[in-house]
């Protein structure tokens, strides 16, 4: 169905990792899988879904912080994933549920129309060559998705740090009849990331940009 957005990666999964993948206490969700019925698995919480949270550090920090919003944490790469369950184990967080598996695939098969309170897109892969331009998750077909499955008044908040694609993420959101909003400055309570960190190490400086949900 959808174009991969994300690269092929052969990390080695610790033991630390392997361990916290094999623990079966419903926190994982894997897919395929049938609808997900939101309002049970979080207690009736508004919920969130962030695509991509890499080693899921940001993600734990953000879920503490507001224990009242659930957080669907989607990402594909077995590593990052195991470090994000024992992250939330750890802490006993009841607010976040983790998926295994490509977060578009996700809203197409496994979430129902209007189902999320709001997406987090934190550092995206930037696919900087042109032929790769394809990739980039932001794009008019993804954000016709992503709205579909975003109630109204719901949120996207992104941030990046490659210029060129936040040009593109500009011109595709202002010229979605779905989305309205544009640059913002940066939500102190947004967490760095271990991307961010990166590219504020080698000078590129970071944009975030918070859209909402036409009603
Ligand atoms: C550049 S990393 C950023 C990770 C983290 N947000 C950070 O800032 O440190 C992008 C992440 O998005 C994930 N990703 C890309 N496309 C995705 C998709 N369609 N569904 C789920 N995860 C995706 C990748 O696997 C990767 O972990």
Redesign the pocket.
Known sequence: MTIR???PRRWRVTRGQAAALATDDALLLRMPGPMLDLKELFDNRPVVME?????GA?TVQMAAANPAIGILA????TA?IGDLLARVRARQLANVRVVK????LLAHTMLAAGALAGIRL????PWPKTRHHKRR?VTAANSALLAAHTQPNGFWHIATDWAPYTTQILEVLSASPHWEGGVIARPEDRPA????NTALRAGRPVTDLYYTRTA
């Open positions: 957005t994300y690269k695509i991509g949270f890499g080693g940001a989607v990402d594909v790469h990052g598996g490509d977060a578009l934190y550092f995206p892969d998750l990331t271990r991307f961010e």
